[in-house]
């Protein structure tokens, strides 16, 4: 897994609350057994209409956030099921950070233990850095998982909390079968000892 240490990147603002992983990744798309591929259906039913054309007027259709990496969002982002595809679908679309308020627990493990960071901020932090999004255009942050601070060029500088076992996979970019790969060598003097086992 890619290590997340400190990124700068282009801000979209998503002001919506409660959005659901059927919205990040609607359900006709979950036929595939990959981690990839994802991508072209991220909002699927947002950003295109029936005939299958971009929407204008979604956020992630309009030419000044092509590239974003940051992605600002409402409330309760990622409630719903507990679909893995939908960090999956954001990471490979190319965002690295999502900032909202709070986020659905399994959708917040999720995001982790696929290198994606989610960060939460106080309701009013989130509203502030979604109005500057919604502003001039090119607001880029810097999410600096070093230090946990939310910073940009106009003087923001907000901190964040993530659990520090969660923090410390994330800035080495290990996942769960790196972490037991790690003692391996046990692992197989236990197993040799345990023939029968």
Not at 110 to 127: H, I, Q, T, W, Y
Not at 161 to 183: P, Y
């Amino acid at each position: 897994m890619e290590p997340f240490r400190v990124h700068t990147g282009l801000v979209v603002p998503l002001d919506r609350i409660n959005v659901d992983t059927d919205q990040i990744v609607p359900k006709q798309f979950l036929k595939r057994i990959e981690r990839t591929g994802f991508a072209q259906y991220l909002f699927y039913d947002w950003r295109f209409d029936e005939e299958g054309r971009p929407r204008p007027d979604f956020v992630l259709n309009l030419p000044r956030y092509q590239g974003a990496s940051v992605l600002v969002a409402g409330a309760n982002f990622g409630c719903g099921s507990s679909r893995e595809h939908a960090p999956w679908a954001l990471k490979e679309y190319g965002f690295r950070a999502i900032i909202a308020p709070s986020f659905a627990d399994i959708f917040y493990s999720n995001c982790l233990n696929n290198g994606l960071l989610p960060v939460r901020l106080e309701a009013e932090a989130v509203s502030e850095i979604m109005r500057r999004a919604t502003g001039a255009g090119g607001y880029r942050v810097t999410v600096d998982l070093e230090r946990c601070q939310v910073r940009d060029e106009q003087g923001l500088a907000l901190t964040f909390q993530v659990d520090d076992f969660r923090r410390r996979m994330l800035l080495e970019g290990l996942d769960a079968i790196d972490l037991t790969l790690r003692h391996e060598a046990p692992i197989q003097a236990y197993e040799a000892a345990h023939p029968g086992w």
